[in-house]
C-alpha cells in the first residue's frame, strides 16, 4: 500500500512537471509569434515608408525636368506638411505662385487627406494643392475635390501644366493693374482671393 502511494505521488508529480514544461513551452511559442509580427510589421512599415520616399524624389525629378524654370523643393522633415513645394516662375522671371503636392503611395483612398492637406496648404502659403496618388472611387483620372485636386500619377504633369499655367495668367494680369488700384479695389481683390477663402474655410473646419 505505502509503495502504491508512493507511485501514485511520482505519477501525479511527473504529469504535474510534464504540464508545467509543455504550458512554458507553448508560453515560449505565443512569445516567439509576437516578435515574429512586430518584425513582419516593422519590415512592411519600413517597405512602404521607403517606397514612398522613392515616389517623392521621382516626383521632385519628373517636375524639375518639365518646368526647369521653376523651383521644386521638397519639404523639410518636421515642417508643415505635403512633400514638395512647387514654386511657379513666369517668363519675366517673376513669381506667381506656388503648388503643394502630396506624394502617396497607398492601396486605399480616405477622405481625410484633403482636410489635412488644406491645412498644409494653409501654412505653406500655397495657392493651389495637388495630391498625387490613389483616386476616389468616383474620379477616373483628375478631378477637383473639395478645393483640392487630386490626380493619378500618371496625368500628374499634365495637371501640372495646367494649373501653373493658370497661375502664371493671373500673376501677369495682376501685374498690369498694379498702381492702378484704388484702396477699395485691392480690398475686393483679397476678400475675393486665395488666402481669404484659405483663411475661412479654416475657421469653418475648425
Known amino acids: 500500500e505505502g509503495l502504491a502511494t508512493t507511485r501514485e505521488q511520482a505519477r501525479k508529480e511527473a504529469e504535474e512537471g510534464l504540464k508545467l514544461k509543455v504550458l512554458e513551452k507553448e508560453q515560449t511559442i505565443a512569445s516567439m509569434q509576437k516578435q515574429i509580427e512586430e518584425l513582419k510589421r516593422r519590415a512592411e512599415q519600413g517597405s512602404q515608408q521607403l517606397q514612398g520616399e522613392v515616389q517623392e524624389i521621382e516626383l521632385e525629378a519628373l517636375l524639375r525636368a518639365r518646368f526647369p524654370h521653376d523651383t521644386i523643393e521638397p519639404v523639410p522633415k518636421g515642417e508643415h506638411g ?29 477622405d481625410g487627406w484633403l482636410a489635412k492637406l488644406r491645412g498644409d496648404q494653409r501654412a505653406a502659403k500655397a495657392e493651389i494643392a495637388i495630391i498625387s496618388q ?12 473639395d478645393h483640392v485636386w487630386v490626380a493619378h500619377p500618371r496625368v500628374a504633369i499634365p495637371v501640372a501644366t495646367a494649373v501653373r499655367q493658370s497661375l502664371v495668367e493671373l500673376a501677369m494680369a495682376r501685374q498690369a493693374s498694379e498702381g492702378q488700384q484704388t484702396k477699395m479695389e485691392i480690398v475686393y481683390q483679397y476678400l475675393t482671393g486665395p488666402r481669404f477663402r484659405q483663411r475661412v474655410q479654416a475657421i469653418v473646419e475648425a
Open 134 to 145: 490613389v483616386l476616389p472611387k468616383d474620379v477616373e483620372a483628375f478631378d477637383l475635390v
Open 82 to 110: 505635403g512633400d514638395v513645394l512647387h514654386r511657379v516662375i513666369g517668363p519675366l522671371g517673376q513669381a506667381c505662385g506656388t503648388i503643394l503636392w502630396e506624394s502617396k503611395r497607398t492601396k486605399n483612398w480616405s
